[in-house]
């Protein structure tokens, strides 16, 4: 079961264009109502660790925060849904006030309120 604001591992290959590839963390930015229903797909935030200050795109996680090894952005901007086949395996979860800042990241990027 995967819940929302969980970090985990996931293979984004093959990447299209612009899009973010690799085997690389995510985010969880689904509701918890849709991964309880044991959705098909669960919508993601990537994260990288070509860290830049970028507010409102970029929500930046300290090493060790939500388990991450090193600094690195979850990119809000780069928002998709994957097929859960792509789930490699459960990171970690980022803390509360990061919550709050994605939640405001995405009415932001995605202009809702």
Known sequence: MIYQF???LADL???IGSETGKTRPVLIVQT???NEEEHT???ICPITTKVR???FIRVFLEKGSGGVFEDCDIMVDQIRTIDNSRFIKKIGKIPPTK???V???LK???DIE
């Open 32 to 34: 918890n109502l849709l």
């Open 108 to 110: 932001a990027v995605l």
């Open 6 to 8: 969980e970090i985990w």
């Open 99 to 101: 919550q709050k800042q």
């Open 53 to 55: 200050n970028a507010p």
């Open 103 to 105: 939640v405001l990241y």
């Open 13 to 15: 290959n093959p990447k």
């Open 41 to 43: 797909s669960t919508i």
